[in-house]
């Protein structure tokens, strides 16, 4: 049997779920993987692809720059999803 995270109530609305403010930006983001490695088991496999769940992280470093400042920070990827077949979506949750 594998281990499934809990699941969120689906009438949840993201922006309920926020614990800070979002704002607009026009900023451009460096991001770089740290080397690691996760290991989980695996939910389900297909001849496309899989879905496997894990206590590990994805560590990143990101160097944001907007306005002409570039700001580092360290963190995590929280989400990944494919906005469209050539484009991603990428979610960081900063280091306190």
Do not use: Y
Not at 12 to 21: A, E, G, I, L
Not at 39 to 45: E, F, L, Y
């Amino acid at each position: 049997m594998n281990p499934q995270p809990p699941r969120e109530n689906p009438d949840t609305q993201v922006s309920d779920r926020r614990r800070q403010r979002r704002r607009s930006s026009t900023a451009s983001v460096r991001l770089f993987a740290e080397s690691c490695e996760i290991t989980g088991p695996v939910d389900n496999v297909s001849r496309s692809g899989l879905l496997f769940f894990s206590d590990g992280h994805l560590r990143v470093r990101v160097e944001i720059e907007e306005n002409g400042v570039v700001t580092k920070r360290t963190g995590r990827i929280v989400r990944a999803a494919r906005m469209r077949s050539d484009s991603m979506g990428w979610a960081v949750e900063f280091d306190p």
